[in-house]
């Protein structure tokens, strides 16, 4: 996440999204003549990851900059290419797999994986408006510096190692502040509140895709139609999505998209008791329709809220910390959930595991956000507008009688208080 932050600041958007493209061909490419699982981790897992990371994080940020008024459909929209591949990628696998093996499939991914380069190639780089113009610097901070360049090589033919020391710390001060978005997790606390939601939320949100499968097939559900509930949960998703992003962005929604976030995470969270009733087919697939309900308003408003509680401007660096957060989450929380099966030999703790996170996440980014903004609004109440002073100002007048060409006239108008 902040290594591709610092390549859209860097170089730009259509230069992550291509170099990503890349290295996910390769490490597909190179997946296909490893020999142990532990060369897979490298290839598939840690190079396929990194170049996956680099094109998709470019490609929301880019889309950022191309709409505004538009930027929550867009949103949406993009995000179907997620929901296409819910539904076409595990039927392809199995397929690929059935009639080639892994090592081709491997292959045949590395080439599809290769086209990033290709969506990256058409990304129109687009200049900031918002950006501030240089600015030539101020006579006495320029003096400063003379003044400290001047001691530095009058004192020593070397700098003093506490001047090195403090002058490195905060280099890596202004670059974290840069990269990482410390100062605006700090000082935002609409981008606070909502990192950790999403972080907590990410625990819960990553186990049903990944135990739904195992838990049909334990309960008598034969392989293939287990592995179509994820196709179901992808195709609807492909329709539902652009419905959100559309409802989303009217503008009775404006600035309480996150309250619309936080109903789609809680009806996720309580859609998992669904499976917990039964393990029947037809009543997993009206828990996959469900599900893929709440998953299209969170998967269509996740990086639209960010956009809404953070400038444009630092939404690169915003996103990367975001990433981080997450992706730690999403990493601990399947393998916590598959230990506790392991031990236990019972599913049922997925889907409570996954309700406990998701609803938990969902009242507190709800509540949160709520009493944020009342805190913001009494703050605006107790403000004295001041936008004309002169219009609140008395002036004296004399009381002594004035002469006949200095009385005031018969009629005054008052045209403001």
């Known amino acids: ?82 929901s296409l591949g819910f539904t076409l990628w595990p039927l392809l696998s199995q397929y690929l797999l059935d009639e080639m093996g892994w090592r081709n499939t491997f292959l045949i991914f590395g080439g599809i994986l290769l086209n990033c380069c290709v969506c990256g190639a058409i990304m129109r780089p687009l200049q900031l408006a918002s950006e501030p113009a240089p600015q030539s610097p101020k006579p006495g901070r ?33 670059a974290l502040q840069k990269y990482l978005a410390f100062d605006i997790f700090c000082q935002n606390k609409g981008y606070q509140i909502y990192t950790i939601g999403v972080a907590w939320m990410m625990m819960g949100f990553a186990l049903p895709h990944v135990y739904l499968v195992p838990y049909a097939i334990q309960n008598g559900v034969e392989e293939r139609k287990a592995a179509l509930l994820i196709s179901i949960i992808g195709l609807i998703n492909i329709f539902i ?91 601990v929380g399947p393998p916590l959930t598959g230990l506790l099966v392991d031990i236990t030999s019972d599913f049922h703790y997925v889907f409570y595991n996954s309700s406990f996170f998701l609803i938990s996440a969902a009242l507190f980014m709800g509540i949160s956000f709520c009493m944020l903004e009342k805190k913001n609004k009494l703050k605006e109440a107790s403000k004295v507008p001041l936008d004309n002073p002169s219009r609140y100002q008395y002036s004296e007048m004399s009381t002594q009688p004035q002469p006949e060409s200095q009385l005031p006239p018969a009629a005054v108008y008052i045209t403001s208080i």
């Open 241 to 331: 999505r652009p419905f959100t992003g559309l409802l989303s962005g009217h503008r009775v929604f404006t600035g309480r998209r996150i309250y619309l976030f936080s109903l789609a995470v809680l009806l996720c969270g309580l859609s998992n008791f669904i499976c917990i009733i039964s393990a029947e087919y037809s009543v997993l697939i009206t828990y996959c329709i469900i599900l893929s309900i709440a998953m299209s308003g969170i998967g269509a408003l996740t990086f639209q809220v960010l956009m809404d509680v953070v400038e444009m401007d630092r939404f690169s660096s915003a996103l990367g910390l975001f990433t981080i957060l997450e992706s730690i989450s999403f990493l």
């Open 1 to 82: 996440g902040p290594l591709c932050s610092i390549l859209v600041k860097r170089f730009g958007c259509r230069f992550a999204v291509m170099l990503g493209g890349l290295l996910s061909s390769m490490g597909m490419v190179s997946s296909s003549f490893c020999k142990s699982i532990g060369q897979l981790y490298l290839t598939a897992g840690l190079i396929t990851g990194l170049g996956s990371c680099f094109s998709f994080q470019a490609g929301v940020t880019v889309l950022g900059y191309y709409f505004v008024r538009w930027r929550t459909l867009a949103n949406a929209v993009a995000s179907t290419g997620v």
């Open 142 to 174: 320029e003096a400063e510096r003379s003044a400290e360049a001047a001691q530095l090589s009058n004192g020593a033919s070397s700098p003093h190692p506490e001047l090195q020391r403090q002058s490195r710390r905060t280099a890596c001060s202004q």
